[in-house]
């Protein structure tokens, strides 16, 4: 619609120049000579400068008539508005393969997770206790992902991160280059604090709430500690500081 409204606008403004010109030149040849006289050609001349007071106003309304084509053609098309709908369905299968712990179902789930479906990235981590998260950090290090989904994985990475037996190591690592990783790092923190990580795919689907398995909160605090001795960002140390003090609470208080 738009191109087709760009189009009939370019289409009237060319027939506008053509006709503006040949109006011009048609009274001006069209205008009779009047007697060789003082009035005749004050006459003559103030016809004249009608004329071309015509033009320029009729060149005005050419330019502004130029300038709405352009504006069409750099208005962005809106997406169908059904179209948001669509992207927020849960896909059935996901669902189904996290309900029933399919184990098949893992590779298929890595494949879509590693193109960003973050429902398939959840399902990776619940399903994490099938394969020792290692679909899981596959996708970790998939050069696919994107911003999102990166931090998303290392959250799951580190909720999960007792079933990895490279998830130590994988998170640790973060802290050789601090300043390039502090997003992933504020990322590895929250999931540090979260071994019952929440998940969409649990709310209102009958599904388990996150994989079985015991947190170690001893290696919890030892990857903290790690990550926080690279830092110098406050704003990531405090949040270093009050993961570490969150789950000191829970082992003083003797939770499982």
Do not use: C
Not at 32 to 40: E, I, K, N, T, V
Not at 144 to 172: F, M, Q
Not at 227 to 241: G, Q, S, Y
């Amino acid at each position: 619609m738009k191109s087709a409204a760009a189009f009939a606008v370019g289409l009237w403004t060319g027939a506008l120049v053509m006709a503006a010109v040949g109006a011009f030149y048609l009274h001006l040849f069209g205008v009779p000579r009047p007697a060789d006289s003082q009035d005749g050609r004050q006459q003559l001349d103030a016809r004249i400068q009608k004329l071309q007071l015509e033009q320029t106003n009729t060149t005005a309304e050419i330019q502004r008539l130029r300038q709405t084509v352009a504006e069409l053609r750099t208005v962005p098309v809106a997406a169908p508005a059904e179209a948001p709908a669509r992207r927020a369905l849960m896909p059935d299968w996901i669902l189904e393969s996290v309900r029933s712990a399919d184990a098949q179902a893992l590779p298929k789930l890595e494949q879509a997770a590693a193109q960003n479906d973050l429902a398939a990235l959840d399902a990776l981590a619940l399903l994490a206790d099938l394969d020792n998260a290692a679909a899981l950090t596959r996708v970790w290090s998939a050069a696919s992902l994107d911003a999102t989904s990166k931090s998303r994985t290392t959250v799951l990475l580190a909720a999960t991160v007792e079933l990895n037996p490279h998830g130590e190591e994988l998170l640790t690592g973060l802290a050789r280059s601090p300043t390039e990783n502090s997003v992933l790092i504020d990322a590895a923190l929250t999931g540090l604090v979260a071994p019952n990580f929440s998940s969409r795919l649990a709310r209102g689907t009958g599904v388990l709430a996150q994989p079985l398995f015991k947190p170690d909160y001893a290696l919890r605090l030892r990857i903290i500690d790690a990550l926080r001795a690279a830092l110098t960002d406050e704003v990531l140390l405090a949040v270093a500081d009050r993961a570490h003090q969150r789950i000191a609470e829970r082992v003083a208080a003797g939770q499982p």
